[in-house]
């Protein structure tokens, strides 16, 4: 298939990490730290700072910036900052504490992560994320987060795919949700206190920038419709990953890319759109009528054996299927590491046996997840203490006893290591403008490990970002307010005006959740677990075109003066049809395999991964271009000095 | 299946709202209680109408936002969330009666939308350890009984969802209240704040205008997570502690 203009793209100059200290990779946090200037501390509160969104990364930065005295504004387009989506994560979180005297250290899970991302992530970064886990342990704790203990009333830890030390701290099922409400109760203690003004059920729809410095918001009050702006010094984007594009996925169904799409729109590069993480061990779809995906969190593979029949088509139930024609192929595949491989490798065997014709379940797009074993080895009550949570939403979804009956699991969208590019400082190259947690592109490379995630947004919020937007700030001193009938302000402010009007003009025939299932199910074809040239180019040539249906046929009953939940989700998919354009565009560029990102042309002889350094080691970061119209590529050189790239083996 | 649907809805905070009656065809057993209403909500879009305002988010019954009162019941017949709940708990031919949350701590927004910002400021009172970022010392240098622990976990599963305001015949918060007290005030970390919290929350729970606890139950037989009565008694344990120790300050 041919070119068309957007995939066109140019080259543009080199994007450099300025603020990236150099010497030896274990001592860059500090001198970073050290070299950041600092804010007088009876100054802070003269400085306000915007953060959007109130999960891991949101929740932790707000409140840590208001115990430092600055003035915040924090927003989230939940009824609550409690509901942000992190809530949901269920495995665990990772810190180098080696509790267990098993080997672990700072360096072995900087090596774990680095090499766990396919060695596409920033070698100083993933550094300080493994120095800074073990301070996020003490500082939950401290908060009251009822992590697992043992008799003796020490913390308890599990393993997790991609690693072969116990390092991943938990709370049953729930560990999202109780690290969250530990960072929500902090949050709400400053927002008790009054240094945080909190705006709930508002969302941000653009980013307002003044002589190139971020400098405010637009957001609409999604009670009453109003559409207002806010300013400040700084803004913090921690607004979550863009894997909702897909519209089936393990996310909330609110979460979206509107914050990051329109930060990139206003200059921030979008590094590495292309990498998306597809979880392995999701429960599989039933119909039509699906609204998401349910995540079954990757601990289960700690005790549950993965396997497909041997034989092609085999339709009896598992139970009458002998234990010598079953296939463990995780097991046969990767001796080492077993059921335990990472994500992205598990989520293509599974894809793998699949299309062989052996999978299992309606329309053959299952694995079996089986703990018969470990429930004859532990006892019942041993698997209901780990798993039982698990277990009953599995029964709840499903109608099925996985007590009695195999789980059946299939992969799902879950999380996007791209983002907005971010510097060492977490910075965006738009002055002032900040992204933490999922929403930065920063520390998972091409495939991020199990409990990182949640690692990640604590350490960007808690740690990372309080110390390093004092040296912006000090540099960038309060000088004048922007004032609401600034030209740059009342053009963006007119800009979602028109958008949203337009949407509900239109008058069409269409919902936007039709639109959004169209452009879902076409990145999932074509943008999903393996993905050929030809098939990007046949998605980049139908995108422009439901782009332009969308704005011909598209139907958002109500007025935008009021509670209009169609008009929300029609916005966003505004948005999910250009970010997917790029997706779309990055996986093209990278002719190679890396991680998630699988190119059918660049396999190595036994199917994994190729990846071509002397050609792509570098990170993607995209410029933005105007709708349809090519982006620019701004390539970071990736530098290797402590972990050196190899095939990745999990054999 | 098919259903006859009867949901309340109502345009603002300040107009009248009233039940109105949908019929719903090809449902799916499958089907969650949300993607049924999701497939009545595509139809009255594509017809012109208002399709019907719900809180809703991760749909895996951990965020809480979800929040209807099915057939009289909190989150319907199952104990679970709404989202969790699945068509298959329902009959062919079956009328479902569908409100929001009624509790005058809980004003209706739109519809089945409630306000629920109430339970935040009860959180903001004490609902907390303070604790602020880098002050924390090493994570075992305070060990917790396992009891203890498992304790604070069990009330800590709270979602603040509300249906334990729905379904007191008070509008009562005791349980939402009790499950945050107790989870904190048993654990080490949380002993300095142990009688300031307690005694601010339920201050502030007051104010809010939830009702009194009567003792009732309904609480904990509707609560999703399985947040136990006990906690109630737990709380109430504490307050009079609390009170007692103030008073001889």
Redo the contacts between chains.
């Keep these: 298939m041919a070119d068309t203009d957007y995939t066109r793209y140019t080259t543009g100059e080199p994007v450099t990490d300025t603020k990236a200290p150099a010497g030896p990779v274990n001592e860059r946090w500090d001198t970073r730290r050290f070299e950041a200037k600092l804010v007088n501390p009876a100054n802070r509160r003269k400085h306000t700072v915007i953060v959007v969104g109130t999960g891991l990364a949101g929740g932790s930065a707000g409140a840590t910036l208001a115990e430092q005295g600055y003035h915040v504004v924090q927003f989230c387009f939940q009824d609550s900052p409690r509901r942000a989506h992190s809530v949901a994560a269920q495995g665990g979180i990772n810190a180098a504490k080696n509790y267990r005297n098993d080997g672990d250290s700072v360096h072995r899970l900087f090596y774990d992560t680095v090499k766990g991302g396919d060695f596409r992530a920033r070698e100083s970064n993933v550094h300080r994320l493994a120095q800074i886990s073990v301070e996020i342990i003490d500082q939950c704790v401290a908060q009251g987060v009822p992590f697992a203990r043992e008799y003796g009333g020490l913390l308890d830890n599990r393993s997790f795919g991609g690693v072969q030390v116990s390092r991943t701290f938990y709370a049953r099922g729930q560990t999202g949700q109780q690290l969250l409400l530990g960072a929500y109760q902090a949050l709400s203690r400053q927002i008790g206190a009054g240094t945080i003004e909190m705006h709930h059920r508002t969302e941000m729809l653009d980013l307002v920038v003044v002589d190139g410095k971020a400098r405010g918001i637009v957001a609409r009050d999604l009670v009453t419709g109003r559409i207002d702006t806010y300013f400040a010094d700084a803004v913090v984007l921690a607004t979550g990953g863009y894997g909702n594009v897909f519209y089936l996925s393990t996310n909330a169904m609110n979460s979206n890319a509107t914050a990051i799409w329109r930060a990139h729109r206003k200059g921030a590069y979008f590094a590495n759109p292309c990498f998306t993480q597809i979880h392995p061990t999701c429960i599989p779809r039933t119909g039509d009528h699906q609204s998401k995906l349910t995540l079954m969190s990757e601990s289960l593979r700690n005790d549950g054996r993965i396997w497909v029949p041997k034989a092609k088509g085999d339709q009896r139930p598992p139970d009458q299927i002998p234990e010598d024609e079953r296939d463990y192929y995780l097991e046969r595949i990767y001796p080492s590491f077993g059921n335990l491989v990472p994500r992205d490798i598990a989520s293509r065997a599974a894809k793998n046996v699949c299309d062989e014709g052996r999978g299992v379940g309606p329309g053959g797009q299952g694995v079996y997840l089986d703990f018969a074993e470990a429930i004859e080895r532990m006892g019942r009550k041993t698997v209901e203490a780990k798993y039982g949570n698990l277990f009953d939403m599995y029964q709840r979804i499903t109608d099925e006893d996985p007590y009695q009956v195999p789980m059946r699991i299939y992969p799902a969208v879950h999380y996007t290591m791209g983002g907005l590019w971010v510097d060492y400082d977490l910075q965006t190259t738009i002055p002032g403008l900040f992204a933490i947690g999922e929403a930065n592109f920063s520390d998972h490379g091409a495939n991020r490990l199990g409990a990182s995630a949640l690692m990640q947004g604590l350490a960007d919020g808690y740690f990372v970002l309080p110390s390093t937007i004092n040296d912006y700030l000090a540099r960038n001193p309060h000088t004048e307010d922007v004032s609401a009938d600034h030209p740059a302000v009342q053009e963006t402010v007119a800009d979602t005006q028109d958008r949203l009007n337009l949407l509900l003009s239109v008058d069409g025939d269409r919902t936007p959740d039709s639109f959004h299932r169209e452009i879902g199910e076409l990145m999932w074809e074509y943008c999903g677990m393996a993905r050929t040239e030809d098939g990007l180019r046949t998605a980049l040539a139908r995108i422009p075109e439901i782009r332009e249906e969308f704005w011909r046929r598209i139907k958002v009953p109500g007025t935008g003066e009021e509670f209009n939940q169609s008009l929300e989700r029609a916005n966003r998919v505004v948005d999910y049809l250009e970010l997917a354009e790029l997706m779309c565009l990055d996986a093209l560029h990278r002719a190679e395999s890396c991680g998630g990102h699988f190119r059918v042309e660049s396999q190595t002889p036994d199917g994994e991964a190729a990846r071509r350094d002397e050609e792509f080691s570098y990170a993607a970061a995209w410029e933005f271009g105007g709708t349809g119209e090519a982006p620019v590529l701004h390539k970071e050189d990736l530098v290797f000095e402590y972990v050196h790239p190899t095939q990745r083996s999990y054999a | 299946m098919k259903l006859t649907l009867r949901v309340w809805r109502q345009?603002?905070a300040d107009e009248p709202g009233a039940m109105s009656t949908y019929q719903v065809d090809d449902i799916?057993q499958?089907?969650?209680f949300?993607?049924m209403l999701?497939?009545l909500n595509?139809e009255?879009?594509?017809k012109?109408?208002?399709?019907v305002?719900f809180?809703?988010?991760?749909?895996?019954?951990?965020?809480?936002?979800c929040s209807l009162v099915i057939n009289g019941d909190a989150h319907g017949p199952?104990r679970?969330t709404t989202c969790?709940l699945?068509m298959?708990s329902f009959s062919d031919g079956d009328t479902i009666d569908i409100e929001p949350w009624r509790a005058s701590a809980f004003p209706v927004?739109?519809d089945l939308?409630v306000?629920?910002?109430a339970?935040?400021?009860v959180?903001?009172?004490g609902?907390?350890?303070?604790?602020?970022?880098?002050?924390?010392?090493?994570?075992?240098a305070?060990?917790?009984?396992?009891p203890d622990?498992d304790y604070?976990?069990e009330n800590?599963?709270c979602?603040?969802c509300g249906a334990c305001v729905a379904a007191c015949p008070n509008g009562s918060a005791m349980l939402f209240t009790a499950a945050k007290v107790s989870?904190?005030n048993v654990?080490p970390?949380?002993a300095p704040e142990r009688e300031s919290r307690v005694l601010d929350m339920v201050a502030t729970m007051d104010a809010e205008g939830f009702g009194g606890c009567t003792l009732a139950g309904e609480c904990a037989t509707a609560c999703p997570k399985g947040i136990p009565l006990f906690s109630i008694t737990n709380m109430n344990k504490e307050w009079l502690r609390a009170t007692r120790k103030s008073g001889k300050r």
């Design positions: 345009k603002n799916s499958d089907m969650s949300l993607e999701d497939t595509e009255l879009t594509l012109g109408e208002d399709p305002a809180d809703h988010d991760c749909r895996e019954g951990i965020c809480g936002a199952e679970t969790q699945h298959r927004i739109k939308v306000d629920r910002t339970f935040d400021r959180i903001q009172s609902g907390y350890i303070s604790a602020p970022t880098g002050t924390a010392p090493e994570a075992h305070t060990p917790v009984p396992k622990a604070a976990f800590a599963e979602i603040g989870h904190l654990l970390q949380g």
